[in-house]
């Protein structure tokens, strides 16, 4: 008989926070009563989280421990995880405690209520930047807008499935992933529950400005046709302006009779037709690449070991 709970936590370099990440966990999976297993999935990580992971799966046989061959990235590693799990509930959530795992338990009660997917929701975000809560309120809406598929706000990955969730998510494997999309997109019942998310306890960001910008193109591209919509309507707009400018210069020319040497205005107008066709064709070869990812048919990853886990 499988556990009730499995807990999902990919790890990149949080060996600072382990030993605290997992005596909140234990302590708050004690309270709810039911079996339950923590799948920690090491990404490639550089520092001692390997060792600590491993030291903690020898001394809990409810530890389990997923060591990935490199790093995949985030998204992939929480993939892993949810392959792995074996409960008849899967919880998501990141190693760096800015999501508190108390919270579990309120993810657990509407879970027995009936839903079956249960995020949590970000009514304050702790510890960040101005610019950060910016550019991540402007995303979550500007995504939400632009697809048609109903991705909450203000959300993570910090969330519940119900295990017909999971045997869903699991026949999704496309490469570029964007985890909570695909599964607000599989749907079933889906509500949030809402929280303050903490500051980071200890280390740094694992998610830059650089792997923001990723992360924010996966989850575009993945689900919405809107970039190449507007490069399509900048062609048309691009065009019309270029027409209303060849009539000018045939009036100038035909009924004006009049003629400035256009070396200036013919240079501008070259390099900002150049610059539309760029931006178009990068947006063309961003879902090329994309496709081309797709079809080599690839692992999403592999995996060097696995311990913890029942012999079968």
């Known amino acids: 008989m499988g556990p009730v709970i499995s807990v999902v936590i990919p790890v990149f370099n949080e060996a600072a926070i382990l030993p605290e990440l997992y005596r ?77 795992p108390e919270l579990i338990i ?32 402007l995303f979550y809406r500007l995504i939400r807008r632009i697809t048609n598929v109903d991705i909450p706000v203000d959300t993570g990955d910090f969330r519940l499935l119900d295990r017909m969730v999971v045997e869903a998510f699991r026949q999704i494997r496309e490469k570029h992933r964007f985890v909570r999309g695909l599964i607000s997109w599989i749907g079933f019942r889906q509500t949030g529950v809402p929280y303050v998310r903490e500051e980071r306890y200890a280390g740094e960001t694992k998610y830059p400005l650089r792997k923001m910008l990723k992360f924010a193109s996966d989850g575009i591209t993945s689900f919405s046709f809107m970039p190449l919509q507007l490069a399509t309507y900048l062609g048309f707009i691009v065009s019309v302006l270029s027409f209303l400018a060849i009539c000018w210069v045939l009036y100038q020319f035909l009924v004006a009779r009049h003629t400035v040497p256009g070396w200036s205005s013919l240079m501008v107008a ?19 690449g994309r496709i081309y990812d797709e079809v080599k048919r690839r692992p999403l990853y592999l995996v060097r070991q696995q311990l913890g886990f029942p012999r079968q």
Do not use: C
Request: aromatic share 8%; net charge negative.
């Open 24 to 100: 909140r966990l234990v302590a708050t999976l004690t309270t709810s009563s039911e079996s339950y297993e923590l799948l920690f999935v090491n990404d490639g990580s550089t520092d001692s989280s390997l060792g600590q992971m491993v030291k903690l799966s020898e001394r809990d046989s409810q530890v389990r421990v997923i060591d990935l061959s490199r790093n995949f990235g985030h998204q992939i590693a929480i993939t892993a995880g949810i392959d792995h799990a074996a409960g008849q509930a899967v919880v998501i959530i990141d190693a760096d405690l800015q999501d508190p």
């Open 106 to 137: 309120r993810l657990l009660e509407q879970w027995r209520a009936g839903y079956q997917v249960v995020y949590a929701v970000r009514e304050q975000r702790r510890g960040e930047t101005r610019f950060k809560k910016w550019t991540a309120a």
């Open 270 to 288: 070259v390099l900002f037709l150049g610059g539309i066709q760029l931006i178009t064709i990068g947006l063309i070869g961003e879902y090329v």
